[in-house]
């Protein structure tokens, strides 16, 4: 939880300048520090860059901003514009974000306000330390700060919520373990990521404790398919996170999912997936081809045991076939900032990177993915001319983009067999905790008939015969020993 202090001289101009109705100056300031307060929360909580850690910078949408913090007036100012143009603005924009490429501003806070980190690994571990009723009994400012979060809610009659809301039922006992080893022993991680995972952990638990061992999570569909949320949810907290989160629950996912995409439109459209023979026996026997491109790989002398070489292939070859570049170079993208290349970020050490793309293995399959993209592609636009017009699918140029559109393509259809998975799972009877794009988690483990069964219906719903879904078994979040 963030505190915000505005020095009074902000609040006292403001009166002087809107003098009436009594109170307008208090309840429009307030409005407008709450929507800032709430834009720099969602910033914490999402984690910061390294450039805005080391200068001690938000990145938020001053569009939103400015929208959200209200007017004040006859003539309905913008509160954000007024506190600009009289010198009391509280952010001052460091570089300017865009709504075209949906990057955010990056701003520092300026004199006029002041920010207290409560839920820093550093404060929470000295509250803990205070007596363990911290966690049992938040403080009286916290329940304010989870209603700002869910404006309305209170108002709201139970199928409002459901309507408006997607929830997860929250191991309460299991994020409290979580939050007092992160604050204390939690050293595999660094700071910038003990501090994200902190934002998020008391931000989950304590509207947990509000809402009676739930989390909310807003809905925001994407214009590609997918179904994300606004600020922290189930999908884009750190894995150790939400099994403490979760509990034990059951994770099932679908296999190599865009593989057995690419491969159900090749068949589709070609009759035949024979063109693509290492492709197929990923799909059929990832281990097999981890194991040949490992032996290409590894270094004799290399420290990293077989599990993490073994990760990082799939991994690499997963980002692969999303269109990942095998390149050493980075490349700046369509909206101008510098990109890593995949590869790189997998594989730090430049020999086991040249080791790897070198391996016939992977070359093989790099190029049956270059060709499934071609086909993919050129198919989309055939069968849908209007994918040309989408300006979301397009190049800077204006021309369409082939990793937009198969993005597209794909996130619909993983939309279309998750909403099967989804029915099934409600006609099992099933809870479903998360959705998690390709995976959905649900508190109880499937018999193998009901595996089967849901199987059978992707497939056939779809229209696609290579649908499998692999179980994980996901456990309470335990210590790990000093």
Same mark, same amino acid.
């Given at each position: 939880m963030l505190t915000l202090s505005v020095d009074p001289k902000v609040l006292a101009a403001l009166k002087a300048a809107f003098p009436k109705p009594a109170n307008s100056a208090v309840k429009a300031l307030s409005k407008y520090i709450n929507a800032l307060h709430a834009l720099i929360t969602e910033a914490q909580s999402l984690g910061k860059d390294p450039f805005n850690s080391r200068f001690g910078l938000q990145s938020i949408s001053l569009h939103d901003l400015a929208n959200r913090g209200g007017q004040i007036g006859s003539a309905r100012i913008r509160v954000h514009a007024w506190l600009e143009q009289q010198g009391y603005a509280l952010v001052e924009a460091v570089e300017t974000g865009s709504n075209l490429t949906g990057r955010k501003s990056r701003v520092k806070l300026t004199q006029w306000v002041t920010v207290t980190d409560h839920h820093s690994p550093s404060a929470v571990k000295h509250k803990i330390t205070q007596g363990a009723a911290y966690l049992d009994q938040p403080e009286p400012d916290e329940a304010a700060w989870i209603r700002s979060l869910y404006p309305g809610l209170e108002d709201m009659e139970e199928d409002q919520v459901r309507a408006t809301y997607h929830i997860t039922e929250v191991d309460q006992l299991s994020l409290a373990r979580f939050i007092v080893w992160l604050a204390d022993r939690a050293h595999e991680f660094n700071k910038a990521q003990r501090d994200r995972m902190m934002h998020q952990a008391m931000l989950i638990y304590r509207v947990a404790q509000f809402s009676q061992g739930l989390f909310l999570q807003r809905p925001k569909p994407s214009h590609?398919?997918?179904? #994300? %949320?606004?600020?922290?949810?189930?999908?884009?907290?750190? !894995?150790?996170? !939400?099994?403490?989160?979760?509990?034990?629950?059951?994770? #099932?996912? @679908?296999?190599?999912?865009?593989?057995?995409?690419?491969? &159900?439109?090749?068949?589709?459209?070609?009759?035949?997936?024979?063109? %693509?023979?290492?492709?197929?026996? #990923?799909? /059929?026997?990832?281990?097999?081809? @981890?194991?040949?491109?490992?032996?290409?790989? @590894?270094?004799?002398? =290399? $420290?990293?045991? +077989?599990? $993490?070489?073994?990760?990082?292939?799939? $991994?690499?070859?997963?980002?692969?076939?999303?269109?990942? !570049?095998?390149? =050493?170079?980075?490349?700046?993208?369509?909206? &101008?900032?510098? /990109?890593?290349?995949?590869?790189?970020?997998?594989?730090?050490?430049?020999?086991?990177?040249?080791?790897?793309?070198?391996?016939?293995? $992977?070359?093989?399959?790099?190029?049956?993915?270059?060709?499934?993209?071609?086909?993919?592609?050129?198919?989309?636009?055939?069968?849908?001319?209007?994918?040309?017009?989408?300006?979301?699918?397009?190049?800077?140029? &204006?021309?369409?983009?082939?990793?937009?559109?198969?993005? %597209?393509? #794909? /996130?619909?259809? +993983?939309?279309?067999?998750?909403?099967?998975?989804?029915?099934?799972?409600?006609?099992?009877?099933?809870?479903?905790?998360?959705? @998690?794009?390709?995976?959905?988690?649900? !508190? +109880?483990?499937?018999?193998?008939?009901?595996?089967?069964?849901?199987?059978?219906?992707?497939?056939?719903?779809?229209?696609?015969? %290579?649908?499998?879904?692999?179980?994980?078994?996901?456990?309470?979040?335990?210590?790990?020993? =000093?």
């Open positions: 590609f398919g997918r179904t #994300y %949320y606004a600020g922290v949810s189930v999908q884009n907290i750190h !894995r150790t996170l !939400r099994q403490a989160m979760l509990g034990d629950c059951w994770e #099932y996912d @679908i296999t190599s999912a865009v593989i057995a995409w690419k491969l &159900g439109q090749a068949r589709r459209i070609q009759g035949s997936i024979a063109a %693509y023979p290492i492709t197929h026996l #990923y799909l /059929q026997d990832k281990d097999d081809v @981890i194991r040949t491109i490992r032996a290409d790989t @590894i270094d004799p002398n =290399d $420290t990293d045991n +077989e599990d $993490t070489m073994r990760r990082r292939i799939k $991994t690499a070859l997963t980002a692969l076939s999303f269109g990942a !570049r095998t390149t =050493d170079h980075g490349w700046s993208d369509e909206s &101008g900032d510098w /990109q890593v290349p995949a590869l790189a970020t997998i594989f730090r050490n430049q020999l086991d990177r040249a080791r790897f793309s070198a391996s016939p293995t $992977t070359k093989a399959f790099v190029d049956e993915q270059r060709q499934l993209d071609k086909h993919l592609f050129a198919h989309q636009l055939a069968r849908d001319p209007a994918l040309k017009l989408d300006r979301h699918l397009q190049t800077a140029s &204006g021309r369409p983009s082939r990793a937009k559109v198969l993005a %597209y393509a #794909y /996130q619909h259809a +993983e939309t279309e067999v998750m909403d099967v998975v989804r029915a099934e799972m409600k006609r099992l009877g099933k809870t479903v905790l998360a959705n @998690i794009h390709d995976a959905l988690v649900v !508190r +109880e483990r499937l018999l193998t008939d009901d595996r089967m069964a849901i199987e059978d219906a992707m497939r056939t719903q779809t229209g696609n015969p %290579y649908w499998r879904l692999t179980a994980r078994q996901i456990t309470r979040f335990e210590p790990t020993a =000093d």
